[in-house]
């Protein structure tokens, strides 16, 4: 069976920091979607199980100067120094239980490959990986409610956002089935994006120059040259990744036209941000 | 009541009062037991870790206890192929100390791991690129070598020395224990240094992360010269102990005097060679990520500087220059506390590998994340001490650990008669 073997995709979000409120449909949408079980008392954020998390941040300033923008973070599915596959998370992973897919960009999780060493969340610096530290529970009568698309994960391995990867695998059933060499970019879109109520988050395949996610992050396909280890770094002045300097190459970008938010995106010294700041890849001037 | 096993010439404790003493450490493996069981019955939510802390108090644990065993590989590598003779007389010790510090490893890991059923799976489905299977290989392999090094110790207990066939055996594995000792010191050089990968190879962790040669970070070499030269530390420091307990001098001084002086001379190495890594980290590889040094050490209400100076200064630097002079070396007061101050140093140095690791926030809206651990994670933590503390007692009661304790308590009746 040939399945559009030949076209490696690149799927990555852009979400646009400007327009989200904060108000976690996307989270809400995720744990649904993906059967992310439930604590009795989900006080305690650090052992909850949230693939997709939504950070407060503010500009440290007093009132009537202060602003707040909300960050949602999702696993950033990251491509590797070099974007070559080799992802902090899977690089790790002693028994194979986390993989680079080279031909999506997704990073997978086999939750019965898993037995829960835990260094891939050592590894990762973005927290986006949970353990299940109990036995997966919901309350009484939502069992009903489970998506039979994603297996439920047992007590004692690592979850994580798959890009809602059943959605993919089911537009490609479509696609097949109606004789289609490619799907579509409507066909795949993740829970969160199409719950997101301010349409703040734009998910496709960012080698695809008709995809809205690669017109609004024009991606740079070459290393940087100033960090060799960073690639797809975004043309688009107002668009950043988390963390970019460490070369961990994720395929989520952030869209705002605040510079602090800009700047809260990465570590910099002391006077660095100004001087590259306004820095957006190495083919820019080729544009 | 036991005398028939107790080593022809040795004295020992009475009976009741060696199984009291037992009772009483037994109770503490008893109580470490439990909260295994709890452990593995109820899963790791019986821990304080969470999804900051995924690697915590047993992985620390664990590593510890790898770096003092390395006294065991560094000490057969100086006995059986650099044919330091006189070490023949603390390597029965060293390997006993190894045997209990890597079991104790791999039980902690069967512990540390949320789906222990599975724990096979780092061997079947095996991905070459992860230093932690590096790890688990090494690691495996290693006690299994440990374990074939301590075989002919126990075969020379007084009753089953008397069957022909352990005789021979024990006389033989001996003949041959260099080929075992070569295995060891290769597969520990690895398993402590993947121990150290583990920690360097996390270029998300700008506080882990280090350059290195090929594939391996600097931590890898680190991590086996400082178990290399801190081991010993913590063989000195058990044979003290055991001395002190059995209130009996078991290792001549120039044995002792000698493995300190090495172990001096490796400490000083590492430091100089861990002065350079931390002093490039810090004025090249953090700030090239966009991190002071500061940022590592402030903030927050546990770890400032005080750690890195009390880690390579207090407890490295010290104990270094205290070995390898001889005026200090063989004063036993100051040997006691450098050996005492390098045991402190590599245990911390683990900690920070470790714990601090995943304190430090990486995102620049991260907060330091602090953890304690719960009940059980400390209760599974001392119990490979209580472990080790019951098995080096058999140990030392029935089998001929010490070559040199007759010789050296012989003096004793001598000096009663005059």
New interface residues.
């Given amino acids: 069976m040939k399945q559009n073997n030949n076209k490696a995709h690149k799927f990555g979000m852009v979400i646009d920091l400007d327009k989200c409120t904060g108000c976690g449909s996307c989270m809400v949408s995720c744990m649904s979607e993906n059967n992310v079980p439930f604590k009795e008392d989900e006080s305690?954020k650090?052992?909850s199980i949230t693939w997709m998390s939504v950070?407060k941040?503010t500009n440290g300033k007093s009132f009537p100067d202060t602003q707040i923008v909300y960050?949602p973070r999702p696993c950033q599915h990251c491509g590797g120094?070099g974007d070559h596959g080799?992802s902090?998370c899977v690089?790790?992973?002693?028994?194979?239980?986390t993989d680079y897919g080279y031909d999506t960009g997704i990073v997978s999780q086999i939750y019965t490959?898993?037995?829960?060493?835990?260094?891939c969340?050592?590894?990762?610096?973005?927290?986006a990986?949970?353990?299940?530290?109990?036995?997966p529970k919901w309350p009484e009568g939502m069992e009903n409610y489970l998506s039979p698309d994603v297996s439920p994960r047992?007590?004692?391995?690592?979850e994580k956002c798959s890009f809602c990867y059943h959605r993919y695998q089911a537009a490609r059933d479509i696609a097949y089935y109606e004789g289609r060499d490619d799907i579509e970019e409507h066909e795949y879109q993740t829970a969160c994006t199409t719950a997101c109520p301010a349409g703040a988050i734009v998910f496709g395949d960012l080698n695809n120059p008709a995809h809205q996610v690669h017109q609004i992050v024009k991606p740079d396909p070459h290393p940087d040259p100033r960090n060799k280890h960073v690639v797809g770094k975004s043309r688009n002045p107002k668009v950043f990744r988390?963390?970019e300097?460490?070369?961990?190459n994720p395929k989520i970008y952030y869209l705002s036209e605040r510079e602090w938010v800009r700047?809260?995106?990465?570590?910099?010294?002391d006077g660095?941000w100004d001087k590259i700041k306004n820095y957006h890849g190495a083919t820019l001037s080729n544009d | 009541m036991d005398s028939a096993l107790i080593p022809e010439g040795a004295k020992r404790c009475s009976f009741p009062k060696f199984a009291i003493g037992i009772a009483i450490v037994s109770a503490v493996v008893l109580w470490g037991v439990f909260a295994m069981f709890l452990c593995w019955f109820k899963g790791l939510n019986q821990t304080n870790m969470n999804d900051y802390y995924g690697f915590a108090l047993w992985i620390w644990a664990d590593l510890a206890v790898i770096a003092v065993g390395g006294g065991a590989f560094f000490t057969g590598l100086l006995r059986y192929i650099f044919k330091i003779d006189e070490l023949k007389n603390i390597i029965n010790f060293a390997v006993i100390i190894g045997f209990i510090c890597y079991s104790s490893a791999l039980l902690i890991l069967a512990i540390d791991i949320g789906q222990p059923l599975r724990g096979w799976f780092i061997f079947w489905h095996a991905n070459v690129h992860s230093m932690l299977t590096e790890v688990a290989f090494c690691l495996s392999a290693y006690f299994a070598v440990l374990t074939i090094e301590f075989i002919p110790n126990i075969l020379e207990n007084r009753q089953a020395n008397k069957v022909p066939f352990f005789h021979h055996l024990a006389h033989n594995m001996h003949g041959v224990m260099a080929v075992f000792a070569a295995t060891g010191a290769f597969l520990s050089f690895f398993h402590q240094g993947s121990l150290g990968g583990v920690a360097g190879v996390l270029y998300g962790r700008p506080f882990a992360v280090r350059e290195g040669l090929l594939i391996w970070p600097w931590t890898f070499f680190l991590f086996t010269w400082s178990a290399a030269a801190f081991g010993p530390c913590f063989t000195l420091l058990v044979t003290k102990i055991t001395e002190t307990v059995t209130g009996k001098k078991l290792v001549k001084d120039n044995v002792v005097h000698l493995l300190a002086k090495i172990s001096g001379w490796m400490i000083v190495t590492y430091i100089i060679a861990k002065i350079i890594d931390t002093i490039y980290w810090a004025l090249v590889t953090a700030p090239s990520l966009g991190f002071t040094l500061s940022h590592f050490y402030s903030n927050n209400g546990f770890y400032g500087y005080w750690i890195l100076i009390t880690e390579i200064v207090l407890c490295g630097v010290v104990p270094g220059a205290i070995l390898i002079m001889k005026s200090t070396r063989e004063n036993p007061r100051l040997r006691l506390i450098a050996i005492i101050l390098g045991v402190i140093g590599v245990c911390l140095n683990r900690w920070v590998m470790v714990l601090q690791i995943m304190a430090v926030p990486v995102m620049s809206f991260d907060t330091w994340a602090l953890y304690f651990p719960s009940w059980q994670e400390i209760a599974t933590t001392i119990l490979p001490v209580a472990y080790g503390i019951i098995l080096i007692a058999v140990a030392y009661r029935y089998l001929p650990v010490f070559p040199q304790e007759q010789e050296l308590n012989t003096i004793e009746p001598v000096a009663e008669a005059e």
Avoid: I, Q
């Fill in positions: 305690n650090k052992d950070y941040l960050m120094k080799h902090p690089s790790v992973c002693p028994a194979v239980a490959r898993c037995f829960g060493c835990r260094y969340m050592g590894a990762c610096p973005y927290h990986r949970y353990f299940n530290w109990w036995d047992m007590r004692g391995v690592v988390l963390l300097r460490l070369g961990t700047k809260a995106g990465d570590n910099y010294l660095e």
